[in-house]
């Protein structure tokens, strides 16, 4: 007996990994602790912000370096699945206008409290993070791109984003 099988490309993604990331958010959480920790000022705001942090979140594990590029995951049946709602650059970027100096701390906050329960759920006795900026060119007039003066790079605009390499104290036979 031969079985066939119909094969649309509709929910094909490339973005598969998005799956691993936001479903350990939600086990996780992360997401809740959010929601619950960083409070605007403005309650419109409020309303938006978990679906623009989504946003953030997968368009920053992709790759995503312009808001113009969030476009990409707009039809993307996997976001869709987790009921993300990609919205226009320009709506992104007024989002992002709402961080002040308060939200941006409580953002920090929350960072530390979901590296403290990940790491106390992972048992490890230290870890060292080691954190280096990176210089990266860039086209036109970016946000956080400023204009370098050093002699190998005069005229260029360039980002300087840090990056963190984390290593554990784990016995060689469980790295």
Do not use: W
């Amino acid at each position: 007996m031969i079985n066939k099988i119909e094969f649309s490309a509709r929910n094909l993604t490339s973005n598969a990994g998005l799956f691993l990331l936001l479903e350990h958010a939600n086990q996780h959480r992360i997401f809740d602790l959010i929601d619950r920790d960083l409070v605007f000022d403005n309650a419109s705001t409020n309303k938006i912000k978990m679906n623009h942090i989504k946003t953030m979140l997968c368009g920053n594990f992709i790759g995503i370096d312009k808001l113009e590029r969030l476009k990409l995951l707009q039809s993307d049946p996997l976001v869709n699945e987790f009921n993300i709602s990609i919205r226009e650059p320009e709506t992104v970027s007024r989002f992002l206008g709402n961080f002040s100096y308060k939200t941006t701390h409580m953002l920090r906050e929350i960072n530390f409290k979901i590296f403290r329960m990940l790491l106390k759920k992972s048992k490890l006795k230290a870890i060292t993070i080691d954190i280096d900026s990176s210089v990266v060119n860039v086209e036109g007039h970016q946000e956080g791109a400023v204009m370098r003066s050093t002699q190998e790079a005069k005229g260029t605009i360039q980002k300087s984003p840090a990056t963190a390499v984390i290593t554990s104290n784990l016995p060689s036979a469980m790295n």
